[in-house]
């Protein structure tokens, strides 16, 4: 349901501004961390350049089931920003091909695809939107599309709460990483096929980290590996900020956490 209602976001966004410089893609670290409005203002970028693409749970394939659909046909976006946040969320799960799942008619109604949806406390408020629109889409797929921005950013501020860990503090030094880690590039079928396909559509393509409780190397080299052996962009977002304070659980980053990551892409990704 959430990439549906991040469709109809892009396809609001799209009719009043123009295809956007930088469209960011993850999972929940990077739907809470990454907010477009900051981005654009730190970079001195018009605002609606980024959009926030990610969405909760996601992993490779998801990603790229997203990105070969719509976003890099339909959106067009000049860079393509993928941010992961652990080593198996690039490197699987099992591959299977991209391929357009027509259906039928039924598994292809809106009432079939969303009806978990009826399951849960806003089940009234869906079957009323749905009868004042006359618009199964508009009931059930935009009350989630409500939850977002313009720019797919989440409406609801982020926490102000902070993590007890003290974590780490990027800022007082990196500890030297030239190790070259071993991939498998088998396990990074998903991963070649956005990278060639954005490339035959002209959408440069960045991958990288983000932000962390702690300066796990392996998870940093092997995220820059894998960038260094596809030819891709690497931009190492665990550099952003790294101490419990910035955090409201153990991987999601607060609201002064968000704005500090989300400025720390803007000086390093335009670079």
Wanted: glycine residues 8%; proline residues 4%; aromatic residues 12%.
């Amino acid at each position: 349901t959430m990439e549906d209602a991040k469709r109809l976001k892009f396809a609001e966004y799209l009719e009043k501004y123009q295809n956007p410089k930088y469209v960011v893609m993850g999972n929940s670290t990077s739907l809470i961390g990454f907010n477009p409005i900051i981005f654009d203002r730190s970079v001195n970028l018009p605002i609606g350049s980024s959009f926030n693409a990610a969405m909760n749970g996601s992993d490779i394939k998801t990603i790229r089931d997203f990105a070969l659909d719509f976003i890099i046909d339909e959106v067009k976006p000049e860079n393509l920003v993928l941010l992961f946040s652990n080593t198996s969320m690039i490197q699987g799960p099992e591959y299977k091909d991209f391929t357009l799942d027509t259906g039928n008619l039924l598994s292809n109604s809106y009432l079939f695809k969303y009806r978990n949806t009826f399951r849960d406390p806003m089940t009234i408020n869906t079957i009323l939107r749905t009868l004042k629109f006359r618009d199964t889409r508009q009931g059930i797929v935009y009350r989630w599309a409500d939850n977002l921005d313009e720019f797919g950013y989440t409406k609801y501020e982020t926490t102000d709460a902070t993590f007890p860990d003290a974590g780490w503090d990027p800022t007082k030094g990196v500890s030297p990483d030239s190790k070259n880690y071993s991939v498998n590039v088998s396990q990074l079928k998903y991963l070649i096929e956005i990278r060639d396909y954005a490339e035959k559509n002209g959408v440069n393509l960045i991958i990288g980290t983000v932000p962390l409780l702690a300066q796990d190397l392996a998870y940093r080299g092997t995220i820059r590996q894998i960038a260094d052996d596809l030819g891709v962009g690497f931009i190492q977002g665990n550099d952003a900020v790294g101490q419990g304070k910035y955090f409201q659980d153990e991987i999601h980053l607060n609201r002064e956490g968000a704005r500090l990551f989300s400025e720390y892409l803007a000086k390093n990704l335009t670079k």
